[in-house]
């Protein structure tokens, strides 16, 4: 469930037959309208976001998908049967992908508002976490934390004191609130 002033957007998942389906549906206030959007089959939606400009996208664990703000589809990226281990939406223009790779890697990818690959990035390790801010991104392993940005360039890593648990970039982009499982410190990520 994602909610706007006037309207908000639901995702419902249901069984029948054996078979899991999706279904999003945009509700407007100001008139009481229902609209489903679009019923998946097979695939289980679990975010729901709206974007600044009033359309949203919807991920699932098969497909990133994006709505108009009217609730028409306007494109659909399948993950093309691979794992999606992480994601960060929260940025409009730099929605933010973590697939697991073929041999204990991982592969960052990063979309724009249309759904429109602005990049790509292997990493030979396991990606646990996933954050974005703006134009960065942030990604962390074990105890390397990296800055990477939309078109898949890197920053050298930064090593933690402490095993990862979640990161959070803060809003100038330098700096990280990184916790761990008994701790938690601020790192700096760029100079």
Partial sequence: LDIRKDKFVI????????AIYSTVALV????????ICETKTGEMVFDIKFLSNGDF???SDKSLSGY??????????????RELKNYNIESDDNMVFCFSGDRNDSVIESYSRRGK?????????????VDACGE???ISSMRNIKRVYPD???????????DVRRIK?????????????SSATVVKVKN
Avoid: M
């Avoid at 108009?68 to 049967?81: F, L, P």
């Fill in 11 to 18: 995702s419902q998942i249901s069984a029948k037959d054996d």
């Fill in 136 to 138: 960065a991104i942030l």
């Fill in 117 to 129: 690959l602005r990049g790509t990035r292997s990493e030979s390790e396991i990606v646990s976490n």
């Fill in 57 to 59: 996208v919807a991920v």
């Fill in 169 to 181: 970039l803060f809003k100038n982009r330098r700096y990280a609130f990184v916790t761990g499982n």
């Fill in 152 to 162: 898949g360039d890197a920053d050298d890593a930064v090593t933690s004191l402490h």
């Fill in 28 to 35: 407007d206030w100001t008139d009481n309208e229902e609209k």
């Fill in 68 to 81: 108009g703000r009217r609730g028409e589809i306007d494109y659909t990226v399948s993950y093309n049967g």
